[in-house]
């Protein structure tokens, strides 16, 4: 029988600011939507690649907690980045959240992001099919 995509929601991350789910459960996994530095209120978050990145994982990890996962499920990440040049801050800061768990990553330099913001990540995971 064919599983039905479920949305995920949680208001400990910004709401969707068109017509997506902040993720998508479908079977035991997980599929978020990119993430960009805006509070759970949708304001944009001050400061630089540090600040904004730092709220990015945040968002993440709220997104992930609604469905039952951690950081640790992640099986891959997709980072896009507005400027090449602060990959190490970035790559710092996803260090810190994953700790010792190296989950496959793609790293991409686009020319602009949504709000002009400076980073955003989307994440697949495995979560537990019973949440």
Same mark, same amino acid.
């Not at 730092?54 to 950081?71: D, I, S, Y």
């Not at 499920?73 to 810190?96: E, G, P």
């Given at each position: 029988?064919?599983? *039905?995509? *479920?949305?995920? +929601?949680?208001?400990?991350?910004?709401?969707?600011?068109?017509? &997506?789910? *902040?993720? !998508?459960?479908?079977? =035991?996994?997980?599929?978020?939507?990119?993430?960009?530095?805006? =509070?759970?209120?949708?304001?944009?978050?001050?400061?630089? !690649?540090?600040?904004?990145?730092?709220?990015?994982?945040?968002?993440?990890?709220?997104?992930?907690?609604? +469905?039952?996962?951690?950081? *640790?499920?992640?099986?891959?990440?997709?980072?896009?980045?507005?400027?090449? =040049?602060?990959?190490?801050?970035?790559?710092?800061? &996803?260090?810190? &959240?994953?700790?010792?768990?190296?989950? +496959?990553?793609?790293?991409?330099?686009?020319?602009?992001?949504?709000?002009?913001?400076?980073?955003?990540?989307?994440?697949?995971?495995? !979560?537990?099919?019973?949440?």
């Amino acid at each position: 029988m064919k599983q *039905q995509p *479920q949305s995920i +929601a949680t208001d400990k991350a910004p709401a969707a600011i068109g017509p &997506y789910s *902040q993720a !998508i459960k479908l079977g =035991n996994l997980l599929f978020t939507s990119g993430q960009i530095p805006l =509070n759970a209120a949708g304001e944009l978050v001050e400061g630089g !690649i540090e600040e904004q990145t730092h709220q990015v994982f945040r968002n993440l990890e709220a997104v992930l907690a609604e +469905a039952g996962a951690t950081f *640790q499920d992640v099986a891959k990440a997709t980072v896009f980045i507005k400027d090449m =040049n602060q990959f190490a801050a970035v790559n710092a800061i &996803y260090a810190s &959240y994953f700790g010792d768990h190296k989950p +496959a990553r793609s790293t991409v330099e686009v020319a602009r992001l949504p709000k002009d913001v400076l980073v955003e990540i989307e994440l697949i995971a495995s !979560i537990n099919v019973e949440k």
